[in-house]
C-alpha cells in the first residue's frame, strides 16, 4: 500500500499515448515530478471530464515539470478508441499524455485504489516528487471528481518548500505568505513577532 513519504510502487505496463501503444515504467519519467491520477472506466461519465481538465491545463504541469499519467483498468485498444472519440460523443480526443493499461489491476492494488466491489479503480491521485516519494495522496469516490486547481495547488506548495525550506498554512497560494517551521515562524505568520 502507498503512503505518503514513502516511495511509490514502481510499474511496468502498456500504455496510449495519442495514437500509439507503448511500454511505460515510472523510472521513464525520472528527473520530472509525477502525477499519477486513476479513474474508474474509459466511455463512462464523470471520466472524460477529468482527463479533458487535465488536458486543458497540461500546459501549466508542463511548466512545473510535471509529468501527468492517467490510469484506469481498460485495454490499451479501449484507451484508444476512446482517444479517437470525440468530445461532443463523451470521447476524449486531443488528450496527449500517457493512460496506463492496468487490466490485471496490479498497479491499481499496489496503490491501495481497488473497488472491490466494481472492481475498477477508485479516483485515486498521487503527487510524486523527483525521487518517486509519495508527497501527497487523495482518494475520492467513483461519482466526485477532482479540482484541478487543487491539484496544481499541491505541486506549487510542494515545490516552494523544497525551493524555500518554509511550510505553506492553510489555503496557501503560490504568492501567498508562508512560515518558517518553528514558534517564532507561526508568531510571524499571525502577526505577533513578539513570543
Known amino acids: 500500500m502507498v503512503c505518503v513519504g514513502k516511495k511509490a510502487p514502481d510499474f511496468s505496463c502498456q500504455a496510449a499515448i ?8 515510472l523510472k521513464d519519467f525520472d528527473g520530472k515530478y509525477k502525477l499519477i491520477f486513476f ?17 486543458d491545463r497540461l500546459s501549466d504541469f508542463q511548466d512545473r515539470n510535471v509529468q501527468v499519467l492517467g490510469a484506469s ?12 472519440t ?5 470521447g476524449i480526443e486531443g488528450v496527449s499524455y500517457p493512460l496506463l493499461s492496468d487490466v490485471s489491476r496490479a498497479i491499481i492494488r499496489d496503490y ?4 472491490d466491489d466494481e ?24 461519482s466526485i ?13 510542494l515545490q516552494f518548500v523544497e525551493e524555500h525550506g518554509q511550510v505553506c498554512p492553510a489555503n496557501w497560494s503560490k504568492g501567498d505568505k508562508a512560515m518558517t517551521p518553528n514558534e517564532q515562524g507561526l508568531n510571524e505568520y499571525f502577526g505577533d513577532s513578539s513570543s
Request: aromatic share 8%.
Open 18 to 25: 495519442k495514437e500509439e501503444i507503448v511500454n511505460v515504467t
Open 39 to 55: 479513474y474508474p472506466l474509459d466511455f463512462t461519465f464523470v471520466c472524460p471530464t477529468e482527463l479533458h481538465a487535465f488536458q
Open 73 to 84: 483498468v481498460d485495454s490499451v485498444d479501449s484507451h484508444l478508441k476512446w482517444l479517437q
Open 86 to 90: 470525440p468530445k461532443n460523443k463523451g
Open 112 to 115: 491501495g485504489v481497488l473497488c
Open 119 to 142: 472492481n475498477v479503480a477508485f479516483r485515486g491521485m498521487f503527487l510524486l516528487d523527483k525521487d518517486n516519494v509519495v508527497q501527497s495522496m487523495q482518494i475520492n469516490n467513483l
Open 145 to 157: 471528481g477532482r479540482s484541478i486547481d487543487e491539484v496544481l495547488r499541491l505541486i506549487d506548495a
